[in-house]
């Protein structure tokens, strides 16, 4: 059966830094989704994707964001400068369009800001 | 915004009980997710529903629209079954973008 992947599984750095979050959604799949989930808390909508452009992103989603699809595989989430409160559980999502029942979450890369 | 509110937030049950969790939600709403997320913390999507009831093997999700409610049954619990369940709502109108809830644990023991 058809996955999202994403990579790395788990990243470790220092705050300040800039990290890339990577995914490869499934290959036929148009829309595309960042999550977070704070360790104990509720998963959270960051931004969603969709030709090219981001369609709709939530308060979450700062300046410090952003997201692009570099060569129609790969998704990726970009945190220029970490904060400590940027550590969490990342997942990324997609779905073939929006009528489609099922959204294809990814295993999710934990992000550790010391 | 869209407030999403399940209970209970843990249920420990006996294998082989009815298990029910409900998920309220405060605007009305087109569809409505039932997710499953495994110790390990990945996330399956279980249902999308917009009306009615479905069935997916022991799993059964029902929604009621007017009453802005849905629950998840599982019949026959077994301890594989034991994992936190989600219930999310769209945000902003797109069936994609979710708001979800913080979860119930579901703990079946043996």
């Known amino acids: 059966e058809p996955e999202v992947t994403q990579t790395p599984s788990h990243q470790v750095t220092q705050m300040g830094q800039e990290v890339i979050l990577r995914c490869v959604p499934i290959?036929?799949?148009?829309?595309f989704y960042w999550y977070r989930q704070i360790l104990g808390q509720k998963v959270e909508f960051l931004v969603s994707f969709y030709n090219n452009e981001i369609s709709e992103k939530s308060e979450i989603f700062d300046d410090q964001f952003s997201v692009e699809r570099p060569d129609g595989s790969n998704f990726t989430l970009k945190i220029r400068s970490t904060k400590l409160e940027d550590s969490a559980m990342y997942f990324c999502?997609?779905?073939?369009?929006?009528?489609?029942?099922?959204?294809?979450f990814g295993p999710g890369t934990r992000l550790l800001v010391l | 915004k869209n407030e999403v509110e399940q209970s209970p937030q843990n249920l420990t049950a006996q294998e082989g009980e009815f298990i029910t969790i409900n998920c309220s939600y405060s605007v009305g709403i087109s569809a409505l997710h039932w997710l499953q997320q495994h110790p390990g913390g990945g996330i399956v999507s279980l249902f999308m529903?917009?009306?009615g009831k479905k069935k997916h093997g022991r799993l059964i999700a029902t929604i009621n629209i007017q009453e802005k409610h849905s629950s998840l049954h599982i019949t026959a619990s077994h301890p594989r079954d034991s994992a936190v369940y989600i219930c999310a709502v769209p945000y902003g109108g797109s069936q994609g973008n979710l708001i979800f809830g913080k979860g119930t644990k579901l703990s079946v023991k043996p």
């Open positions: 529903l917009s009306s």
């Open positions: 290959s036929n799949h148009l829309y």
């Open positions: 999502a997609s779905i073939v369009d929006r009528a489609q029942e099922t959204q294809y």
